[in-house]
Nanobody, 124 residues
Framework: QVQLVESGGGLVQAGGSLRLSCAAS????????MGWFRQAPGKDREFVAT????????YYADSVKGRFTISRDNAKNTVYLQMNSLKPEDTAVYYC?????????????????WGQGTQVTVSS
């Protein structure tokens, strides 16, 4: 089992940047496929990005492609989400998730482990 703790959220103006971190503890971090999801008020949780165990496979939602970058440091048991050119519609609680299986995944049901989330607010 793995425990996930997100950090790095906050308030930023449109066009600004934030870097989210997700620190993992428990079983070997490098065994997990990692993902980022987000949930805006009144909306369903949606996929943002995912990264395979050794970062060979990365996939983004169309809404963030070209602006967000997912990365991981297996030595530090941490996955990151660099968010640039932020827009007000990026405002949401961002969740880190882990999957102990083969292959990246884009649906929340495929991830067994979740952090508590970190709030990102982008002002216009």
């Amino acid at each position: 089992q793995v425990q996930l703790v997100e950090s790095g959220g906050g308030l930023v103006q449109a066009g600004g940047s934030l870097r989210l971190s997700c620190a993992a503890s428990g079983r070997a971090f490098s065994s997990y496929i990692m993902g980022w999801f987000r949930q805006a008020p009144g909306k369903d949780r949606e996929f943002v990005a995912t990264i395979s165990r050794r970062a060979f496979d990365i996939y983004y939602a169309d809404s963030v492609k070209g602006r967000f970058t997912i990365s991981r440091d297996n030595a530090k048991n941490t996955v990151y989400l660099q968010m640039n050119s932020l827009k007000p519609e990026d405002t949401a609680v961002y969740y880190c998730a882990a999957r102990l299986a083969i292959g990246i995944a884009t649906t929340q049901g495929e991830y067994a482990y979740w952090g508590q989330g970190t709030q990102v607010t982008v002002s216009s």
